[in-house]
């Protein structure tokens, strides 16, 4: 935790706030902080700055606010990322939170287990979990937007040529040979499917909507490091 994010009901006053819970513990046991001390706090949806520890016990966490830091802009990416398995679901959410990610689709493939839906990892306040948890590594506090696209077809052919108009579309697939692009047209949509790729069908559908191929070489990644390696790629 870079960041103690403050969420809106934490605020007892505008420049105060009152924490328990995770982060609490977070503080005490981490930062092992002392009342005294400041910390980088941001508010969800808002700004940055420090945060002035008036108490500190095992109850509760008061803080004196100073709030006049904007976050760091998010990246003019839309992430189209196949459901991963939900051992793995957490980390690639929380990573593109933290790289920066300013829209996130959950798609559905063929290689997708219809289990994975069902997941409780699946559930919004999981997800939402996720999310916070990556803000909080890369000191943000603007939540990417985060979408469920449970149907491949509809979402393909009339949703994505929206998402792509004036932009750069890309599909990262192995095999392909494509090399990244040396200059992007933002806002970057990019696509990345299952380990081991898009089936052929799917692959001619993105194809279709306008998203070029990309190839990050002939290893078989991890999503998650998939994920890294090519935001750090194209951005």
């Known amino acids: 935790m870079n960041l103690v994010l403050l969420l809106p009901e934490d605020l007892t006053a505008p420049d105060r706030a009152r924490l328990t819970g995770r982060r609490l513990a977070h503080v005490r046991e ?3 902080a002392a009342v005294g001390d400041e910390l980088a706090v941001g508010l969800l949806g808002g700004k940055m700055g420090r945060g002035r520890v ?16 904007a976050p760091p802009p ?13 051992k793995v679901l957490n980390r690639v959410v ?6 920066g990610v300013a829209r996130i ?3 559905n493939a063929w290689k997708v287990e219809k289990a994975y839906w069902a997941s409780p990892r699946m559930k919004p306040e999981n997800l939402r979990e996720q999310l916070i948890l990556g803000l909080e590594q890369a000191k943000d506090t603007a939540l990417p937007d985060l979408r469920l696209a449970r ?7 009339d949703e994505l040529p929206g998402l792509l108009a004036g932009g750069t579309g890309l599909m990262a697939h192995p095999g392909t040979g494509a090399a990244a692009p040396k200059v992007l047209a933002a806002p970057v949509t990019l696509a990345i499917g299952p ?3 898009w089936v052929e069908a799917e692959v001619q559908s993105l194809l279709k909507a306008g998203l070029h191929p990309l190839d990050l070489g002939p290893r078989i990644l991890r ?13």
Not at 151 to 157: A, I, Q
């Open 223 to 235: 999503t998650e490091t998939a994920l890294a390696a090519l935001v750090g790629k194209l951005f």
């Open 151 to 157: 149907l491949f077809r509809p979402f393909v052919e």
């Open 54 to 69: 008036l108490r500190l016990d095992d109850e509760a966490l008061d803080l004196e606010l100073t709030l006049d830091q």
């Open 105 to 107: 689709v959950l798609l």
């Open 94 to 99: 929380a990573a593109a939170a933290s790289l």
């Open 74 to 86: 998010k990246l003019p990416l839309t992430l189209l990322i196949a459901v991963p398995r939900p």
């Open 195 to 197: 380990e081991g790729g």
């Open 30 to 32: 981490v930062h092992r």
